[in-house]
């Protein structure tokens, strides 16, 4: 079943209406609707500089929220603080400085884990250890001693620490190699199907459409587009503009 069927009628997760949001006084967002469902893995995609960061921070609390609704599980949790959306099962991946180099992987884990209680805290490592088996021989060792796809898989555990129900990655293959790109989707993948719910902003727009199922195209702080994933790839148009060159 592919969730394009399916999204009308499953259970919404974050329904987001009519959204503004900025850096203080300069408004970056222009009335943003998305939408993304239990179990959704939803791509945004659009041109450098088109608001999907913005997006991102704003929904997690890191940037001014002008107006607007957004909706996390039934709840109105417009301008919430970041920390009260943590404590829903919300987590965030920024796009840059997501681990502290000078820390051990260890110590960046335990830091995605701040206000957990010491067993919470050994589970929530153990987890991401799990998922990023890479990570665990390296356990030790600073971060500023790890790969830049080691650095991605990192900065992805200290977000899974928190045990979250609903991911927000923010570009989490920008500037890797392939071998990296497939290892962090292929783990995205594997969260999925724990049944993880995923809103992924992405530069290489065809590897994370080819496993979404939905996207929606951002340009100048607007939504320009949404529709199945298959129906993005599919469409000439936008690939030609929006999906950079075929592989
Ligand atoms: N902290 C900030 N203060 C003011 N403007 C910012 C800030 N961060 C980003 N911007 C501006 O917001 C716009 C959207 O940026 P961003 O959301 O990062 O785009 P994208 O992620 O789509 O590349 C850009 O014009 C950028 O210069
Ligand atoms: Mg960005």
Request: charged share 20%.
């Amino acid at each position: 079943m592919t969730s394009a069927t399916a999204s009308t009628d499953m259970k919404p997760v974050l329904e987001v209406k009519g959204l503004e949001g900025g850096y203080g006084s300069v408004q970056i967002l222009n009335s943003i609707d998305l939408r993304v469902n239990q179990g959704e893995f939803v791509t945004i995609i659009g041109p450098n500089g088109c608001g999907k960061s913005t997006f991102l921070k704003t929904l997690f609390g890191l940037a001014t929220h002008y107006r607007g609704t957004v909706v996390h599980n039934d709840t109105d949790v417009s301008g919430w603080r970041t920390d009260r959306l943590v404590a829903r099962g919300i987590a965030y991946v920024p796009q840059v400085d997501n681990v502290f180099p000078s820390l051990t992987v260890r110590e960046n884990m335990q830091m995605g884990g701040i206000r957990l209680s010491p067993g919470k805290l050994t589970d929530g490592i153990g987890r991401a250890c799990w998922t990023f088996p890479d990570l665990e021989p390296r356990i030790s060792d600073l971060a500023a001693s790890l790969s830049g796809g080691e650095r991605q898989m990192l900065a992805i555990s200290r977000a899974l620490i928190s045990n979250p129900s609903f991911l927000l990655l923010d570009e989490p293959t920008a500037a890797l190699s392939p071998k990296y790109q497939q290892q962090i989707m292929g783990c995205i993948d594997s969260l999925r199907s724990q049944g993880m719910t995923v809103l992924l902003v992405e530069q290489n727009a065809r590897l994370s459409l080819a496993r979404s199922d939905r996207g929606y195209i951002f340009s100048d702080g607007k939504v320009v587009h949404t529709g199945s994933a298959d129906s993005i790839l599919d469409d000439p148009d936008i690939g030609t503009y929006f999906l950079g060159s075929q592989e």
